[in-house]
């Protein structure tokens, strides 16, 4: 047994706010409560930090199998646990990417062996091809939790429409990346800079939020649950807000990096800011935050996206792969630009890192009940952290390394067990 003593328990699903102790047994909880006595349980003392449940990430990529120089599943778990989350969504864009049985069996039941829970979609098309639907239905069966090409938008409406009704028919969400091609330069620079500094065309803020508009209302049409990932500008929560406000089955996330920097950081971070779709205008970090407000934008996703160190260090920056890492940050920068910063309260910031993004795929997670999973992340969010380059992801590729942020995570448990210890 576990007793976890003397924290502020918050909880948005019930919104319980308040000094609790949490017994924690077989994995599950066994009560809450003030002042619980037991002389057979081991105590971890939560005086003056926060317990809150445990961290749910619906968009990350681990790079098993193929890609494994960059991280594995196994990091990757590392990487969450370290971070605070217990639970998290694996993307597709594996080699070979995750369109049959077979390579979906692989994955989890690596993902089985780790102390977290992870969970994977599939591809919506047959390797990333944009014109061939994957069986759906076996993949669903096999354990597929949702489908996205993310990394590849689908530039054809005729078979996004296909995947929508097919989508609907069986309960199922789609998960897309919006950037349109043909609307786009250099990935992962944004227009503003890449022209002013870099010289060359950059990824367009039209080729985000038309092709959103083509997919949102597309939706609409359908009535098909679909998320919207990692949406960047100012334009793109308008669109957002509009299809909801039509009915539209639609929700959308934010990444943190989009909440706290701007291009700018190009200049002094290099290839480690570089990623898609890119880092904007001062106008679009504010824009996405009252997004976060409005509840327009529900969900904070990392878009946890490790690289090999030589991968990143080239001379040209556009040849330089776009992504960076995230877990292991997503908490600090949520709690020193949105709480800190006076945007959001504690159990708002949590809410759309915890319950809102379990909820999106059904996930029995996000929440702190008794009887439910013992999935808990304990933090100081006051303490100061001055973020190194030592991670438990294989990967560095923060452009946040250097910067002194609020947040200390102490301890991460799943299932009753303690995963990290900070």
Partial sequence: MLVVKNGRVMDPKTGLDGVRDILIKDGKILQIDQDIQTDEAEIIDATGLIVAPGLVDIHVHFREPGQTHKEDIHTGALAAAAGGFTTVVMMANTNPTISTVETLREVLHSASKENINIHSVATITKNFDGQTLTDFEDLLQEGAIGFSDDGIPLQSSKVLREAMKKAKELDTLLSLHEEDPELNGVLGLNENIATEHYHVCGATGVAEYAMMARDVMIAYDVKAKVHIQHLSKAESVQVVAFAQKLGAQVTAEVAPQHFSKTESLLLTKGSNAKMNPPLRLESDRLAVIEGLKSGVISIIATDHAPHHADEKNVADITQAPSGMTGLETSLSLGL???????????????????????????????????????????????????????????????????????????????????????
């Fill in 336 to 422: 020193t630009y949105l709480v800190d910063a006076g945007e959001l309260s504690l159990i708002d910031l949590l809410e759309k890192m915890t319950i809102n993004p379990a909820r999106l795929y059904q996930l029995d997670a996000g929440y702190i009940s008794e009887g439910g999973s013992a999935d808990l992340v304990i933090f100081d969010a006051e303490a100061k952290r001055h973020v190194s380059n030592s991670f438990a992801s294989k990967a560095s590729n923060s452009p946040f390394i250097g910067e002194q942020l609020k947040g200390l995570v102490k301890y991460t448990i799943c299932k009753g067990k303690k995963v990290y210890t900070g």
